[in-house]
């Protein structure tokens, strides 16, 4: 099993739509969660950090953390043909190492 | 400079050839990592330097040597590298290592094809 497991897509929805992105994690005892994004041939870039359970809004961005079901999401309100990237989840095991998922695409279409 | 700088963008290297990478962090963090990309691959984390003593070792081989002279610069000594070494390597720093809540930021990565 992998340690941080995501849907590689690609993800196609239409502008304006909201854009569900999942993510699940093996280890119980992770404690924190990051989202990143990255264009391609970009580097990864900080959207969001959640730490406890529930929602964690950041204007269009909201994460959704359910550490029971060992389970992140992110959802892009009003997605706009520039949020089209991929989409990685990370998990921080214990305090220096990052765990990151293989990412999801994501493509809005105007 | 702002934030998580590095140096190449992009290098074309044989097999016997050694060469550097170069990363300088811009906002007083106490961390740097390394980190390998290949294609349709999750990152790897490659190694941790935490207050410049390196915390973390992920099995890499030694055809790759890394660097910390202080807590802004960290370096990646390559040499005899092969062409499955192809990536893009990308360099992070961090605030507080250790922290469960500590967040990592990228820099622009060094894309390196070994021919």
Redesign the interface.
Known sequence: QKE?EQNSGPLSVPEGAIASLNCTYSDRGS??F?W?RQYS??????IM?I?SNGDKEDGRFTAQLNKASQYVSLLIRDSQPSDSATY?CAV?KD?????????TILRVKS | ETGVTQTPRHLVMGMTNKKSLKCEQHLGHN?M?WYKQSA????E?MF?Y?LEER??NNSVPSRFSPECPNSSHLFLHLHTLQPEDSA?Y?CASSLV?????????????T?LTVL
């Open positions: 941080v404690q924190s990051f990143y041939g970009k580097s990864p870039e900080l950090s730490y990685l921080n305090g220096n190492k990052l765990v990151f998922g293989a990412g | 961390a990592y349709k691959k999750p990152l984390l941790v935490s915390v973390e893009l990308l290592p250790g922290s469960s809540t500590d967040t990592q930021y990228f820099g622009p990565g894309r």
